[in-house]
């Protein structure tokens, strides 16, 4: 079983709809991040928290420690919200990561 | 500034030769970070340093990779000799302390 699972592994989404992508993992972590890896393959990080809940724009992601559970949501979403999103959680060194195998994510217009 | 700084984009190679990835991070970032990504396996950490010294290489494949830091605005990363399995995207990121990490544009290789 890996240490970091997501859910879905693709997500398909009409434009507008709210998204919420799930992350779950198994070990103790000193911080969560979230990133987004364009089409065009570069990677930027969008959250990175340890308790309750952080938004940037239309994001906004959270995390319950107890629960070891993590969502990012997107409100009205975009097509230019296409890509895929990774979960990781970081031991010690928060750049340490166990990374999850990505949410593959498509809006339509 | 102009973020992390990685080079060469793209290396194509022949089995058996040498590749050297270079890595420039964010002036004044003092963690960097060499990462691996596949289909198989997705992203996975290969070594990072903290102030220019290795402090967890365990994600090294094997003794044909090896990681260089001689100062705060380079770092290396070696394979020797190279084998068709080491095809994938290498990225290199840098932070500051505990803040976010950024990634460099990653380089492609292909080992034929």
């Known amino acids: 079983k890996n240490e970091v699972e997501q859910s879905p592994q693709n997500l398909t989404a009409q434009e507008g709809e709210f998204i919420t992508i799930n992350c779950s993992y198994s070990?103790?972590?000193?911080?969560l991040h979230w990133l987004q890896q364009h089409p065009g393959g570069g990677i930027v990080s969008l959250f990175m928290?340890?308790?309750g809940k952080k938004k940037h724009g239309r994001l906004i992601a959270t995390i319950n420690i107890q629960e070891k559970h993590s969502s990012l949501h997107i409100t009205a979403s975009h097509p230019r919200d296409s890509a895929v999103y990774i979960c990781?959680?970081?031991?010690?060194?928060?750049?340490?990561?166990?990374f999850g195998k990505g949410t593959k994510l498509s809006v339509k217009p | 500034d102009a973020g992390v700084i990685q080079s060469p984009r793209h290396e194509v190679t022949e089995m058996g030769q040498e590749v050297t990835l270079r890595c420039k991070p964010i002036?004044?970032?003092?963690?960097l970070f060499w990462y691996r990504q596949t289909m198989m396996r997705g992203l996975e950490l290969l070594i990072y340093?903290?102030?220019?010294?290795?402090?967890?290489d365990s994600g090294m494949p094997e003794d044909r990779f090896s990681a260089k830091m001689p100062n705060a605005s380079f770092s290396t990363l070696k394979i020797q000799p190279s084998e068709p399995r080491d095809s994938a995207v290498y990225f290199c990121?840098?932070?500051?302390?505990?803040?976010?990490?950024?990634f460099g544009s990653g380089t492609q290789l292909s080992v034929l």
């Open positions: 990121a840098s932070s500051f302390g505990t803040e976010k990490l950024f």
């Open positions: 070990v103790g972590i000193s911080a």
């Open positions: 928290l340890s308790s």
């Open positions: 990781a959680v970081s031991r010690g060194s928060q750049g340490n990561l166990i």
């Open positions: 002036s004044g970032h003092d963690y």
């Open positions: 340093f903290n102030n220019n010294v290795p402090i967890d």
